[in-house]
Structures are given as C-alpha cells and as structure tokens.
Nanobody, 114 residues
Framework: QVQLVESGGGLVEPGGSLRLSCLAA????????IGWFRQAPGKEREGIIC????????DYDESVKGRFTISVDNSKNTVYLQMNSLKPEDTAVYYC???????WGQGTQVTVSS
C-alpha cells in the first residue's frame, strides 16, 4: 500500500529551524522526483521545493530559496526538509510527494510565531 507519512512539525519562533521528515511505504520514494508542498490557511496547496532524481538538482520557490533545502536517505526511504530562518508566513501544513503525485499523506503542521 502506497503511503506517505510526514512528521517533525511544531511551533517555532521566527528565525528558528525545523527538520521535517517524510517516510514512504509501498514504493521507493528516492527513485522519483520529489517535492515538498505546503498549504496555509485559506490558501491553495503550493509546491515550494523539488528534487530531481536523475541528477539531484533542486529547484526552489523564491519564497524559500536560501532558507530551505531537501535531502534524501535512501536507506530509510525518507526525505527531509530542513527549514532555517523561519518566518511567520511559513506557517502551513507541509506535505511531501513524489512527482507524478501519489496519494497525499496527512501532512505536518508548522507554526511560526512568537
């Protein structure tokens, strides 16, 4: 059964850091192009970062460039999102997914507030 499970979210102060994890079951996630997405309250889900499996190239949305990065642990079938210098506008539910998309996981809530 294909499943994605995100974790690692929480409440953090502006300027802080978090590392999100995405564990895949039922398929080998690192073999695919991988994206992290987020959905803020009242807004549509948006893609913020994408890693290409063939060459490891990473593309960033301007809103996270220089602050977020993606990494992969093949042995754990897990993808990570390292988020630094967090801002209140980063508050959202964060999701990972393969590209083409698989069924969405439940996401993990990130709240940036003092």
């Amino acid at each position: 059964q294909v499943q994605l499970v995100e974790s690692g979210g929480g409440l953090v102060e502006p300027g802080g850091s978090l590392r999100l994890s995405c564990l895949a079951a039922g398929f080998n996630l690192p073999c695919y192009n991988i994206g992290w997405f987020r959905q803020a309250p009242g807004k549509e889900r948006e893609g913020i970062i994408c890693r290409t499996s063939s060459d490891g190239r990473i593309d960033y949305d301007e809103s996270v460039k220089g602050r977020f990065t993606i990494s992969v642990d093949n042995s754990k079938n897990t993808v990570y999102l390292q988020m630094n210098s967090l801002k209140p506008e980063d508050t959202a539910v964060y999701y990972c997914n393969a590209i083409p998309l698989r069924p969405w996981g439940q996401g993990t809530q990130v709240t940036v507030s003092s």
